[in-house]
């Protein structure tokens, strides 16, 4: 009797594929990556993969989000769990740690920015969403603020567009192959001094 695979749910399969596509985007790039590199990343055809998604740029958009849902489970975990002063130390840490992982949030940013210019829909897709991660920041921010950990004279929604500013600078340190990372350390120490009013020199 010849074996079969199982066959996947739906819902599994296509989350399966997205997972691949988050990864094979992440080495790559939305231009040089083929919906078929996917497919076959995945072990699924090309149009079991178009099922689900109905194009590259739909694929691709959606990676975006699962990036983002997947880093703000992880900075909401950090929220439930940790001391109000560490938020933005831990949240910014896990920004940068994502880049290596399977959802680089920051880095799908970069590619998605080199394509907003020539197509409207991903330009669109890319200004609402982040606003949304924006808006969380924010946030996060106003609460730190309200019970005392972040300075009141800070201004939430400009202090979120920084924090997602610095996650953009370190993506593009690491295609460059380097370009700041050796400066990371003062500038989250200058972070921690501007918004909790640390002195100078303070553990970063």
Do not use: N
């Not at 074996?3 to 819902?11: F, V």
């Not at 610095?166 to 972070?191: N, T, V």
């Amino acid at each position: 009797m010849t074996a079969t695979r199982a066959r996947l749910p739906a819902a599994e399969r296509r989350a399966a594929v997205l997972q691949t596509a988050l990864r094979v985007f992440a080495a790559g790039s939305y231009r040089g990556v083929t919906t078929a590199d996917i497919a076959r990343e995945a072990g699924v055809t090309e149009p079991i993969l178009y099922r689900h998604f109905s194009s590259k740029r739909d694929l691709y958009l959606a990676c975006l989000d699962e990036a983002w849902e997947q880093t703000r489970v992880v900075w909401e975990g950090i929220v439930e769990t940790q001391s109000p002063a560490e938020w933005f130390q831990l949240m910014a840490r896990s920004f940068l740690e994502c880049r290596k992982a399977d959802a680089p949030l920051a880095s799908l940013w970069i590619q998605a920015l080199a394509e907003a210019g020539d197509d409207a829909e991903i330009r669109s897709h890319l200004r609402s969403h982040l606003r949304g991660v924006h808006d969380f920041l924010a946030g996060t921010i106003a609460h730190a603020q309200s019970v005392g950990a972040v300075l009141p004279e800070r201004d939430a929604v400009a202090e979120a567009w920084v924090f997602m500013s610095l996650g953009l600078l370190g993506s593009i340190g690491q295609r460059l192959g380097g370009l700041a990372e050796e400066d990371f350390p003062r500038i989250r120490a200058a972070r921690r001094e501007w918004m909790l009013g640390e002195a100078p020199g303070a553990p970063a």
